[in-house]
């Protein structure tokens, strides 16, 4: 059974940093790229960032380009999120998701929530 | 950016009832189109992908049409666990990925 579980999140003040991280289990790690996807409370999902299985292409979207970093320990079976110079609007549930059927979210964490206050 | 709009934004239906869900994307998205099926305080799951093929153990009652820029979600005969929020996401033109703003399918 294919599981990813997100830990890390918490209540950081703006201009702060956090690290995400994702354990995966059940499937191949190493063979799949990964993404970064957040949900602000009440709202709707939007994705944050895309690594390959080799970790040889990364993307970003734009709200967080600069400021997010997106990681992966293929020996770990670990999939990680640094997150620096944060801002109230990044206050959201972010889910690790596995992608799949050519980048689809096929498989996704129960999410981390970050809460961005001062 | 390619913005999805979802309608209608609340679908009052009650069980064994049809529902009909639509996504119409700003510009031509071809057929990368997914569907998504999100429970209060759960991750979203997977339903549809490329407009209109199931994912794995998707019930046969969920089936996606539509190309282009016109999409549809219909179940067609709801179940008490189908009432939930769906949302339409768009590939075409990766990594720049969107989302809709969901349809939230509730209990009449």
């Known amino acids: 059974e294919v599981q990813l579980v997100e830990s890390g999140g918490g209540l950081v003040q703006p201009g702060g940093s956090l690290r995400l991280s994702c354990a995966a289990s059940g499937f191949t790690f190493s063979s799949y790229s990964m993404n970064w996807v957040r949900q602000a409370p009440g709202k709707g999902l939007e994705w944050v960032s895309y690594i390959s299985s080799s970790s040889s292409t990364i993307y970003y979207a734009d709200s967080v380009k600069g400021r997010f970093t997106i990681s992966r320990d293929n020996a770990k079976n670990s999939l990680y999120l640094q997150m620096n110079s944060l801002r109230d609007e990044d206050t959201a549930v972010y889910y690790c998701?596995?992608?799949?059927?050519?980048?689809?979210?096929?498989?996704w964490g129960q999410g981390t929530l970050v809460t961005v206050s001062s | 950016e390619i913005v999805l709009t979802q309608s209608p934004a609340t679908l009052s239906l009650s069980p064994g009832e049809r529902a009909t869900l639509s996504c119409r994307a700003s510009?031509?998205?071809?057929?990368?189109l997914a569907w998504y099926q999100q429970k209060p305080g759960q991750a979203p799951r997977l339903l549809i992908y490329?407009?209109?093929n199931r994912a794995t153990g998707i019930p046969a009652r969920f089936s996606g049409s539509g190309s282009g820029t016109d999409f549809t979600l219909t179940i067609s005969s709801l179940e008490p666990e189908d009432f939930a929020v769906y949302y339409c996401q768009q590939r075409s033109n990766w990594p720049r990925s969107t989302f809709g703003g969901g349809t939230k399918v509730e209990i009449k």
């Open positions: 998701a596995r992608s799949g059927y050519g980048d689809y979210v096929t498989y």
């Open positions: 490329d407009a209109s």
């Open positions: 510009q031509s998205v071809s057929s990368y």
